[in-house]
């Protein structure tokens, strides 16, 4: 891949992160990319929590690839540190291209830098795609998850 930067987001990227977010088919449900202002308040809550991560892949100027890194100590497992990878997104056009395996590589190798002893993400039950391709970086589906919408 030829000049791929992967940086911090900045609020211009927020339209192409939408962008993508909403490209899929639960996205398709869940995001509104006509209405930014949601994200633009939750982009200024992200970027002022020192624990938070959002980077964008960027090639040739234009926003390929996004995903957000949540550090967070805790007493568990002897006081260790643990990240969490969310919203990971490739564009339409560089599905396949390698780049979710650098971008997560990215995330890794932060969660390193970062002294975590752990890197957890979730994918949706029905993204099976997904669940193959985590499995071939190296992840294990070890949990079962919940969650409760409020």
């Known amino acids: 891949m030829s000049d ?5 987001a900045t609020a211009d ?5 939408v ?6 088919p639960l996205g398709a449900e869940r995001e509104s990319p006509d209405d930014l202002a949601p994200y633009r ?4 809550r992200v970027v002022r929590d020192p624990h938070q991560r959002l980077v964008v ?7 390929i690839g996004t995903l957000q890194l949540t550090i967070i100590p805790g007493l568990s497992r002897k006081g260790a540190t643990r ?9 339409s056009d560089e599905r ?3 780049l979710g395996s650098q971008l997560i590589a990215w995330a890794v190798e932060e969660s390193r830098r970062q002294k975590c002893h ?5 994918s949706d039950a029905t993204r099976t795609d997904a669940h193959r391709f985590y499995e071939r970086l190296g992840f294990e589906g070890s949990h079962l998850g919940f969650k409760m919408n409020l």
Not at 13 to 17: G, K, S, V, Y
């Open 96 to 98: 396949g291209s390698g």
């Open 4 to 8: 791929l930067e992967i940086r911090p």
């Open 41 to 44: 308040a939750a982009f200024d």
């Open 57 to 63: 892949a960027v090639r040739d100027g234009k926003t």
């Open 118 to 122: 752990l890197v957890q993400l979730t």
């Open 13 to 17: 990227d927020i339209p192409a992160i």
């Open 19 to 24: 962008a993508m977010l909403a490209d899929d």
């Open 83 to 91: 990240s969490i990878i969310e919203g990971v997104r490739i564009h």
